[in-house]
């Protein structure tokens, strides 16, 4: 009987912990919602080690492109926007880099609205960030893995490129 009880208890904690993660996510903006999905997992409910096939069964959008070492998935945002979500494997064809770039058309007010909330989301989750030589924001979770964000625009169209990689140090 207090083992059971027990057991109850962790799962109604656990249950909870994975909603206020949800609660977190669902406090930012619909972009940023549709690219990071669930606060499960380092990126989309996925985890560094994770092989090709767990990607490809678990990964809802559609894949744009797909090599040795890597897979490509476009997530329609909205009429003008959208993300390519990568996934790059080491040669045990484990995930061993996630990375986003997101794409939208110039637009100030919601280029800095998107920014901000990357910016803030990531803050929020692992603290402050520094500033690497290309001028890209850099967070060092906790964990133990890296997230660079910056803007790869060539600055010669009116598309704003995001992008981000997740890897290990």
């Known amino acids: 009987m207090n083992k059971t009880y027990t057991l109850l208890l962790a799962l109604c904690l656990m249950a909870f912990n994975l909603k206020a993660q949800d609660d977190q996510l669902s406090k930012h903006t619909p972009e940023l919602k549709m690219i990071f999905k669930t606060e499960t997992g380092v990126f989309r409910g996925f985890n560094f080690g994770d092989t090709r096939a767990t990607i490809k069964a678990g990964e809802s959008s559609a894949i744009e492109g797909e090599g040795k070492d890597f897979i490509v998935y476009k997530t329609q945002i909205d009429e003008n926007e959208y993300a390519e979500i990568m996934y790059t494997f080491d040669e045990q064809d484990k995930v061993k880099m996630f990375g986003v770039a997101f794409i939208e058309n110039v637009n100030l007010t919601v280029e800095e609205r998107i920014l901000d ?25 906790a964990d133990g ?10 600055g ?14």
Do not use: R
């Not at 030589?133 to 850099?138: P, R, T």
């Not at 169209?157 to 890897?167: A, N, P, T």
């Open 117 to 141: 909330d990357f910016q803030a989301y990531f803050t929020q989750k692992h603290g402050k960030f520094t500033i690497n030589s290309k001028n890209d924001e850099v967070w060092t979770t």
């Open 145 to 154: 893995y890296v997230i660079e964000m910056g803007d790869s625009s060539d």
């Open 156 to 169: 010669k169209s009116d598309l704003l490129e995001i992008e981000i990689e997740i890897y290990k140090k």
